[in-house]
């Protein structure tokens, strides 16, 4: 179990590392109108705010153990979270620019791109090819010692996303002050909410009102 005190919200109802990870930027499009009666609420809110809560989240995806995490707490030393913070925060960005200009139909800049083949190629850098299961595979050596491990993580589980078919399965909520990340994998490919309890009902009630003013 964790040892982690703080744990911030996070919504993991994408099907993807990936995608949870674009989300936690919470209320990215979120625009303030006369459905929010609260104005402050209309700032997108960052629920990776440091080196421990991106432990958490990656704790949550289960791409580290809890003792992992422990150990990782515990190797982090000076500003080196903070700057493995910043860079999962910089791959998180140019994945959700890749993804949102693709599903309103542009072409990703080659900005973003470049970023995300920076990351990629960073996380293969320090594997080693080791011997495990009668097998070898590609790993990195130690992997409580170093700090990046989380951002490594987050890189391949990024590449092995987006170098796949499963892109084209990538869709948006399609509450507009949402757009939450999620991937379909519906039967009929029909998935239109994030979450069915959150934005689906919201949606369906707003139109509703909406009728009963016409």
């Known amino acids: 179990m964790s040892t982690l005190l703080h744990k911030p919200a996070f919504q993991l109802i994408a099907g993807h590392p990936l995608l949870d990870l674009v989300n ?74 890749v993804f949102y200009t693709g599903l309103d139909g542009h072409k990703p800049s080659a900005i973003p791109l470049r970023a995300l083949a920076r990351f990629f190629k960073a996380a293969l850098g320090p594997q080693e090819l080791m011997w495990k299961d009668l097998r070898i595979e590609w790993d990195w050596p130690e992997l409580e010692a170093w700090t990046e491990l989380p951002l490594w993580l987050l890189s391949l589980s990024a590449a092995s996303l987006m170098i796949s078919d499963d892109m084209k399965r990538v869709r948006a909520c399609e509450n507009p002050d949402c757009r939450l990340l999620f991937l379909d994998i519906s039967k009929n490919h029909t998935r239109r909410w994030c979450d069915m309890k959150l934005c689906g009902n919201r949606m369906k009630a707003r139109r509703f009102k909406a009728q009963r003013r016409a």
């Open 24 to 97: 936690t930027l919470d209320g990215r499009f979120r625009q303030y109108g006369p459905h929010l009666a609260d104005p402050s609420q209309s700032s997108p809110i960052d629920l990776l705010n440091g080196y421990e809560d991106l432990l958490l989240f990656v704790e949550m995806e289960s791409l580290l153990t809890a003792r992992q995490t422990r150990q990782l707490q515990r190797a982090a030393s000076g500003n080196a979270g903070s700057r493995v913070l910043a860079s999962c925060i910089e791959l998180r960005e140019a994945a959700a620019d």
